[in-house]
């Protein structure tokens, strides 16, 4: 077993975790609980397949899955923001919806491996040297995870030092309040759903045409948009966090397939190894930890006084009393 | 002149309507429900006809089909039935969950460790080979509740304890079940490396309707099987619960507004925990009665989603236990019939898009619209 190299693909399959964690966590801060994501992640991975496969460019692929799965989240958006129906409920729908119109148009895509283009791998000169961290974080990456590096900062700084990061937060916590400041509450709402399903787009896209290239159908996912919903609230909504759990998480997927290589782990026999059933329990551990992760997070929340977003879930009705 | 003033000042055609959306103060009419989730089934197959049609297919076709191959005979009746029994029995699952509120997607999982305790019986055993049939159904049904349950109890009890999002983490022991399974199926029940478990013997299957042929030939190659009056059974009894007892009232009032039902002294923490076993109870039992019902042997593919599918089942219900009997065969007919539409894709597409239109509908359900004649100023 190659630590190196666990964690560096850990790295590599936490980076799609961390584009639909930071998505949801848009969403949930305008005050929007989004269970599609997994729906979501699904029309990308599609998408990004198809449209690579009829263009043979990886990069409109990606753009065509974050796009798709953008106006798929809009049926969410619209159904809890203007109809004002239930959060939980409407994002199960989502779900089934999503995940029926990607197995439609997904039909007959799984044929089409080694023809459909990938996007790019590249090794950062020098930091790429660097003992240990080097192989880690800059050696033979998507450019993905690149994107993703810079893309943590960029969101924190966005949500909670920028203007309009300010507004999005309000709209999540006290709606009437921003409100009466002329901030649009519907709008930020419809917007922010909107980033969420641009960014679980770009998950899902990140799988099929970089981390694990294919179009498998429902197991293209296998449950990530899941984990990156349960994921936000370990992060109690701050990107850098979710980075953090997102590349936790990732290397825990890898270590998992690893452990049943080696015939001895710390000098003594591996049973992963002899008895390959045994490797039905490895495969819990990914789900496991994520609960696990919940019950940290609800803890430490509960002791630190950090909250959901205070109107998350709560539709807003102009003039009515309440959040 | 006097006429061309006029042709000035005409006012530009508008509108002539008004269409103002109010929050209904009064109750709204009996018959609006149904007809609002009648006109949301119909819309959703609408708009999958359109799909079909896009992907090269014939929708009319697809679902003449359908209709022909899950109601059209007595023998496909039956079938349907088949498929609706686990159905009603998630439906269930979720409607009694649903109903406080408590978002229970753990139906799944709760169903396949209902399939893996009835397994047990048998293949452990825990009743000798030759029990009589009536200890089988019995202990079996029992088994596959107190499994499901036990799945349903450690969300609940994460739930009331930690305050752990139920949302995720029954989810996410849905795909630790799959994987529980798994290691029986493949490791250690695994008849001769096959991904499956041996056959189980006869006097261990759930009685069907074919046992009757010899007396009435006309119940012949009928496969509905003994789970139906189960879930009838169970349908009926969580009717009473929710509508007529104390404790159904409870789960109404937590649902409905958690704040009062706390200062009426309610627990909720313990109703939490009592409603997720109980919830887990019942999708379990239908993982037990398909074992038992219709594939009588431990393996991988039991389920086409049965789990997720009783989410919507119990929405279309509008959660309630009665009314889930007949979503359930609707779908079950879906999924029966729907095996056959190319693209595979479509019954869950047409599953997803009532669903969509059941929530949207709702809104018209909690407002009124109403159209009224301009009346110039």
């Known amino acids: ?323 | 002149m006097a006429d061309i003033s006029v042709k000035e000042s005409a006012p530009k055609w508008q509108f002539p309507f008004k269409i103002k959306i109010e929050n209904r103060i009064e109750n709204p009419p009996r018959w609006l429900s149904p007809v609002l989730s009648l006109a949301a089934v119909i819309i959703a197959l609408l708009i999958g006809a359109v799909v079909i049609k896009i992907a090269g297919g014939d929708p009319w076709a697809a679902y003449v089909h359908i209709a022909k191959f899950s109601l059209g005979s007595v023998g496909v009746l039956s079938d349907t039935l088949v498929k609706a029994i686990p159905l009603m029995l998630v439906g269930l699952a979720c409607s009694i969950a649903f109903r406080m509120k408590l978002w229970n997607i753990g139906a799944e999982g709760q169903f396949f460790l209902g399939a893996f305790g009835a397994s047990m019986v048998v293949l452990l055993p825990v009743l000798p080979m030759e029990a009589p049939k009536w200890q089988f159904i019995l202990v079996t049904a029992g088994f596959g509740m107190l499994f499901g349950a036990l799945w349903g109890f450690i969300p609940g009890f994460l739930k009331a304890r930690y305050n752990v999002n139920e949302i995720i983490s029954t989810l996410m022991m849905n795909y630790i079940a799959i994987e529980w399974n798994n290691y029986f199926i493949y490791g250690v029940w695994s008849e001769g490396g096959f991904q499956m478990s041996r056959m189980f013997q006869r006097n261990a299957w759930f009685p069907r309707l074919t046992d009757l042929a010899k007396r009435w030939p006309f119940f012949g190659g009928l496969t509905t099987h003994f789970g139906l009056v189960l879930a009838i059974v169970a349908a009926i009894i969580l009717w009473w619960v929710l509508s007529k007892s104390r404790w159904g009232y409870e789960i109404r009032l937590i649902g409905d507004n958690p704040r009062a039902a706390e200062y009426a002294g309610i627990s909720i923490k313990k109703n939490i925990v009592l409603v997720m076993i109980v919830s887990g109870a019942l999708a379990g039992l239908a993982g037990a009665s398909e074992i038992m019902g219709v594939v009588h042997r431990l393996q991988g593919a039991i389920s086409p989603g049965y789990g997720y599918t009783g989410i919507i089942i119990a929405w279309l219900a509008k959660l309630n236990p009665l009314a889930v009997i007949l979503a359930s065969i609707l779908f079950g007919a879906l999924i029966l019939a729907g095996r056959e539409v190319q693209p595979s894709g479509i019954p869950t597409l047409i599953q997803g898009l009532i669903m969509v239109f059941l929530i949207a509908s709702d809104f018209f359900y909690r407002n009124r619209v109403r159209i009224t004649r301009k009346v110039e100023d």
């Open chain 1, 1 to 323: 077993m190659d630590f190196i190299l666990i964690l560096a693909s850990g790295i590599a399959t936490g980076t799609v975790l961390l584009y639909a964690t930071v998505g949801e966590i848009f969403a949930e801060r305008s005050g929007i609980l989004n269970l599609g994501v997994e729906g979501m992640m699904l029309i990308g991975a599609m998408s990004a397949y198809k449209a690579a496969a009829a263009t043979n460019n990886a990069w409109i692929g990606l753009l065509v899955a974050m796009l798709a799965a953008g106006l798929v989240s809009q049926v969410h958006a619209f159904i809890t923001i203007t109809l004002q129906a239930d959060q939980v409920i409407s994002g199960l729908a989502l779900n089934f919806l999503a995940t029926g119109i990607s197995l439609v148009l997904g039909e007959g895509l799984t044929s089409l491996r080694d023809v459909v283009p990938q996007l790019p791998k590249y090794s950062i000169p020098g930091l790429s040297q660097i003992p240990w961290l080097g192989g880690i974080f800059f050696d033979n990456h998507s450019i993905m995870v690149y994107i993703g590096y810079l893309f943590i900062p960029l969101a924190w700084y966005f949500i909670n030092r920028t203007r309009p990061g300010l507004h999005l937060r309000s709209v999540g916590e006290y709606p009437a309040a921003a409100d009466t400041l002329g901030i649009r509450v519907y709008f930020t709402r419809y917007l922010y759903v909107f980033v969420g399903g641009l960014l679980a787009g770009l998950a899902g896209a990140t799988i099929s045409l970089s981390i694990s290239p294919g179009w498998f159908g429902g197991l293209t996912t296998a449950g990530q948009g899941w984990i990156a919903v349960g994921l936000v609230i370990f992060a109690q909504w701050n990107p850098f966090r979710a980075a953090f759990g997102g590349f936790t998480f990732g290397a825990l997927r890898r270590l998992v397939l690893d452990l049943q290589g080696p015939v001895t782990i710390f000098g003594l026999s591996n049973p992963f190894h002899y008895n390959i059933h045994y490797g039905f329990f490895l495969k819990m551990i990914p789900y496991l930890f994520t609960i696990v992760f919940l019950v940290i997070g609800s803890r430490e929340a509960n002791r630190k006084r950090i909250g959901t977003p205070a109107a998350l879930g709560l539709p807003y009705i102009r003039g009515q009393r309440g959040l």
